[in-house]
């Protein structure tokens, strides 16, 4: 059984550049949400995706956008970077969320700074 | 406002004492999980509860979730240093989906 994984594991941008975080999900699921840690803090969930479909979205603007593809592995794109966008971006799987609540399982988070 | 409350944010322990961490929310909920991060480390889920009342025992953790169902306990026997961590409850407040509290940390000093 694989786990979740991230890529890249580290990355540095400029204010205003673009960015894309990608993740594979652990096998059996089919479920992806996003999360954005900051330093000191708890994960911020940002958007679910199941389905392809997004299914569920936190309180971030819409320069946070995701993809899901066919195989359930995921992308999370953010535009116009800003600096308080530096952060822990988290990737976790889970099961189809119809069962009811799921366990998620996490990547080792991509580590985003924005300078 | 704060719909989950997690108590206390920073517990320094001896080695060997109890730790406890509170999660409290202020709407009632279907189910609560429980998760730890070690430092430099990703979220690892430990435990769901969903029952009123539920109490759950993993090793010297012990898990339970409140008659009311809005607020939950961590409860740690007899610390080791491999606790240390950052302890957080999480679940589905408001439309959101898994949302974590601001979570405990723990540190056990040997």
């Known amino acids: 059984e694989t786990g979740v994984t991230q890529s890249p594991t580290h990355l540095i941008k400029t204010r205003g550049q673009q960015v894309t975080l990608r993740c594979s999900s652990q096998?059996?699921?089919?479920?992806v949400s996003w999360y954005q840690q900051a330093l000191g803090q708890g994960p911020q969930f940002i958007f679910q995706y199941y389905r392809e479909e997004e299914n569920g979205r936190g309180n971030f603007p819409p320069r946070f956008s995701g993809l899901q593809f066919p195989n359930y592995s995921s992308e999370l794109n953010v535009n116009a970077l800003e600096l308080d966008d530096s952060a822990l971006y988290l990737c976790?799987?889970?099961?189809?969320?119809?069962?009811?609540?799921?366990?998620?399982?996490f990547g080792n988070g991509t580590r985003l700074t924005v300078t | 406002g704060q719909q989950v409350m997690q108590i206390p944010q920073y517990q320094h322990v001896q080695e060997g004492e109890d730790f406890t961490t509170y999660c409290n929310s202020s709407t009632t909920l279907s189910n609560i999980q429980w998760y730890k991060q070690r430092p430099g480390g990703h979220p690892v889920f430990l435990i769901q509860?969903?029952?009123?009342?539920e109490v759950k025992k993993q090793k010297r953790l012990t898990f339970q979730f409140g008659e009311a169902k809005k607020n939950s306990s961590l409860h740690i026997t007899a610390t080791q240093t491999t606790d240390v961590g950052t302890y957080f409850c999480a679940g589905p407040w408001g439309y959101q989906k898994v949302t974590f509290g601001i979570g405990t940390k723990l540190q056990v000093i040997p």
């Open positions: 509860l969903v029952k009123s009342g």
């Open positions: 096998s059996g699921h089919n479920t």
């Open positions: 976790a799987s889970s099961l189809n969320p119809g069962l009811g609540p799921s366990p998620l399982h």
